[in-house]
């Protein structure tokens, strides 16, 4: 607990440093403000492209449209709804990668046959084939959801083989002693080998489901999550930039939220186990 | 007492802090003459791989002194005194086995031709011409440690210092490596400081066997063994070869007072 | 030879086999072009717009070599940097690691702002932000879970950080940062292509897939996917034959040999 606490401490000391980094460089090169002229002229700092941190504080409580609920609660329900997108693409993601492992690391005529093709599928740019997934399944979150599942199976097929594989010939070589049936090899054996890679996948996974959802929100017409909100803002940008950092920064959170919270289930469930130092 | 190349001195070495110290090492002195080839066994944890690292300031002493060619260890280190032997051979795989050779040659910053010569003469000592340009992994073990021996000796160190270098090999490579050893010895003249737990490989190899014991480490005795040089596979079937085995193996015990005659039993 | 073409041969049947069924299942259920256009309307549209697709394809990626190039050496610069100092990148590593877990994809916009929403710099922004944490993390691991023992030897010899540095810790690095390329290489075209979609020049794959998919020329769209999906490879194919000529000494590399 005493540990979580203080990197809690250090992430917020962190993040206001990135703050004072950032107002450190809107004086150095930013629009003139009150009194103060700023010896350089950059682009980048312009109130336009770096609003001031207030700004983008201050914009969380104010409508985000007129009449409207304020900004934060407003994208706080645009991050509940991206996740839960994310997270019904890690479930689904997660048991396909974990399905397609277990079933080649007992056929490796079909590992072979469709291993490749596991690999190619990530070079495939989905926000391409996002509308078509979204006219198959009649739009909605589980489409979306579908999508970011499309990203987060890989790493888990990938870490599921390998850690499949983990185990020590000799263990199983002893479980084939006593006889037992390749289920009692999987679950108590490969499973078990498996489970600090499936973590460490696991967490990658998170971040690209979150990835996902926001993806293939984009060009499925679908407004109320994240992706929704940043391709709305972002047409509005000019007349308010700090709605859009506001956006990302919920974003940020979602992805960061998701990633902790593997973490903490790695965590409970590997207690005193070593992760795989590659992973 | 002027041809002393490792001379220490009270030497005690505690590990950890405040009320989570444990001595490891306690009122060492040893003298190692220039040429011997010293031997330090004892049972797990009586501080002997720790010893070897205080002589090659790997680690500091928390009392007493060592030094080195009259020099402090410290000292020794910098001026490149040593040539380290791990029990791996810690060999890089990004490097050709000649390159590995060359390594401690190019840290002290020697000209690319001398490293060259230097390093394919040391292959040559340890029987390795013609796998210059194969890469570690394509060795095996024993061969592996061949070329640690080499890279060790690549820089015509004062002192060798060996933390069981032939632990991890079968019996028949380690004899045949022993026999390898031994004319290396012979050959450069170096100091040999070696760590081992098998009591037949230091009475083989040694002019003097340091018989330790555990918690805290200490230095019972230091037993020479005057069996004729060079030694060879007769040398395995002297009958004070397995006299010396015996004292080696009585002493190692002398602490378990307890059983006495249960000690002459076992030996004999 | 035949031993590698055995091995391969499944997945060769599973490539013709998928292909055959797609066109057949189009022609007999009559599945409409927008849903999901046969290979062969597909291979027609290639051919037919081959000269445009080279060149859209040619300029997505410039944008992302451009973005992995700069993600990729202020990554390393950084990497090496920190690694100096052992305590700085341990504390440093969980923040970089949680900000590998925030979506950059979401920044796609802003650089469009900060950089200019037809300028190929924007796209190259995002891909720059995109590789950045994962080259830079692995790099980092590299530089530090290094041998205790080589260590140890180097100190037995007084070698130098800077000796340690460049014979010890970045020779033990390198297959990490090739794997971060490998990785690298696919998200930067999929990240330019995704930076495309918030807007940018007409000539490049993501704002020609969007156009032809609007003008429901759906074979031109999928020939475009497919172009994305082979340059992707071939980068990342680049990247690999790179690293087995760097580091022949890989186990990657050995396994290889072997067959």
Redesign the interface.
């Known amino acids: 607990m005493f540990r979580a606490g203080r990197?809690a401490l250090?992430?917020l000391v962190?993040i206001g440093a990135l703050a004072v980094l950032w107002e450190v460089v809107k004086l150095l090169g930013g629009d003139p403000n009150g009194g103060w002229i700023p010896p350089f002229q950059w682009?980048?700092a312009s109130d336009?492209?770096m609003p001031h941190v207030w700004d983008i504080g201050a914009s969380f409580v104010e409508p985000a449209q007129r009449n409207g609920p304020p900004l934060g609660i407003v994208l706080v329900n645009a991050g509940i709804f991206t996740f839960r997108e994310a997270f019904g693409g890690f479930v689904f993601g997660a048991l396909l990668g974990l399905g397609l492992a277990i079933v080649f690391v007992h056929s490796r005529?079909?590992e072979?046959?469709?291993?490749?093709?596991v690999v190619?599928s990530?070079?495939?740019?989905?926000?391409?084939?996002a509308?078509?997934v979204v006219?198959?399944l009649r739009g909605g979150w589980l489409a979306v959801a579908v999508i970011s599942a499309y990203l987060t199976f890989f790493p888990v097929t990938i870490a599921g083989l390998r850690g499949l594989r983990s185990p020590d010939p000799r263990a199983l070589e002893l479980m084939r002693s006593y006889a037992s049936s390749s289920r009692d090899v999987l679950l108590k054996v490969r499973l078990p080998a498996a489970a600090p890679y499936l973590f460490a996948a696991f967490?990658v996974a998170?971040?690209a489901s979150?990835?996902g959802a926001?993806?293939g929100e984009?060009?499925s017409g679908i407004r109320d999550g994240?992706g929704g909100a940043?391709?709305n803002f972002?047409q509005f940008?000019v007349s308010g930039?700090p709605k859009?950092?506001a956006?990302?920064i919920v974003?940020?959170f979602?992805?960061?939220g998701?990633?902790?919270l593997v973490r903490v289930a790695e965590a409970m469930f590997l207690r005193g186990r070593t992760a795989p130092?590659d992973a | 007492m002027s041809d002393s190349v490792v001379r220490v001195r009270g030497v005690d070495k505690v590990f950890g802090t405040g009320t989570d110290k444990t001595p490891a090492l306690q009122h060492i002195d040893l003298e190692i003459p220039k040429g011997a080839f010293v031997s330090l066994i004892g049972p797990s944890g009586c501080g002997k791989s720790t010893l070897l690292r205080l002589i090659g300031d790997l680690t500091q002493p928390s009392v007493g002194a060592i030094d080195v060619n009259g020099k402090t260890a410290h000292r020794a280190r910098l001026d490149r005194d040593y040539g380290m032997v791990f029990q791996a051979p810690v060999l890089f795989d990004w490097r050709t086995v000649q390159g590995n050779v060359e390594l401690p040659l190019e840290v002290s910053a020697k000209d690319k031709a001398v490293r060259a010569a230097r390093a394919r003469a040391m292959l040559a000592l340890v029987e390795l011409t013609g796998f210059e340009r194969r890469y570690p992994w394509q060795l095996s073990g024993g061969m592996q440690q061949r070329v640690a021996i080499a890279r060790a000796l690549s820089f015509e160190p004062a002192i060798l210092l060996m933390d069981e270098p032939f632990g991890a090999l079968d019996e028949m490579t380690r004899e045949r490596l022993n026999l390898e050893l031994l004319r290396i010895w012979k050959q450069t003249g170096t100091t040999i400081v070696f760590v081992t737990h098998s009591i037949p490989e230091a009475v083989f190899l040694s002019t003097h066997v340091a018989v330790m014991s555990a918690r805290p480490g200490r230095i019972l005795e230091v037993i020479p063994v005057d069996l004729p040089q060079p030694r060879n596979d007769l040398t395995r079937e002297d009958e004070r070869y397995f006299g010396f085995i015996k004292r080696v193996r009585e002493r190692l015990r002398g602490r378990d007072v307890a059983r006495p005659g249960a000690a002459e039993v076992a030996a004999s | 030879m035949s031993k590698r073409f055995a091995y391969n041969a499944p997945a060769v049947l599973v490539f013709v086999g998928v292909l055959g069924l797609w066109e057949l299942a189009v022609r007999a259920f009559g599945i409409q072009q927008f849903l999901l256009p046969p290979p062969s309307s597909i291979a027609g549209a290639f051919v037919e717009h081959f000269d445009e697709l080279v060149t859209v394809g040619r300029n997505t990626l410039t944008e992302a070599v451009g973005g992995l190039l700069i993600g990729g050496v202020a990554a390393l610069v950084v990497a090496f940097a920190i690694a100096r100092w052992a305590t700085a990148s341990r504390a440093l590593l969980p923040f970089a690691i949680a900000a590998n877990s925030v979506p950059i994809i979401a920044f796609a916009p802003i650089m469009n702002n900060w950089f200019g929403i037809l300028s190929p710099l924007s796209k190259m922004m995002v891909v720059a932000v995109l590789v950045f944490f994962p080259i830079m993390i692995n790099t980092l691991r590299g530089l530090t879970l290094v041998d205790q023992g080589s260590l140890e030897l180097m100190r037995s010899y007084a070698a130098t950080e800077l000796a340690i540095f460049t014979k010890v810790r970045l020779p033990n690095a390198l297959p990490y940062i090739f794997t971060a390329f490998k990785v690298s290489a696919t998200l930067s075209l999929i990240g330019a292509i995704v930076a495309e979609y918030f807007g940018g020049s007409r000539s490049a794959l993501g704002q020609f897939i969007i156009t032809e998919a609007a003008f429901f020329r759906f074979a031109n769209a999928w020939a475009a996917i497919v172009v994305a999906s082979v340059v992707s490879i071939a980068f990342f194919l680049i990247i690999l034959a790179i690293e087995r000529v760097a580091i022949p000494w890989h186990t990657s590399a050995r396994i290889a040999d072997s067959s």
């Not at chain 1, 072979?112 to 093709?117: E, K, S």
């Not at chain 1, 990530?122 to 084939?129: G, K, L, R």
């Open positions: 990197s250090s992430f962190v682009t980048v336009l492209n005529l079909l072979r046959a469709l291993v490749p093709y190619a990530q070079t495939v740019p989905i926000i391409a084939i509308p078509v006219i198959w967490k998170a971040t979150v990835v926001i993806i984009l060009p994240l940043i391709l972002n940008y930039p859009l950092w956006a990302i974003a940020a979602v992805g960061i998701f990633f902790a130092s």
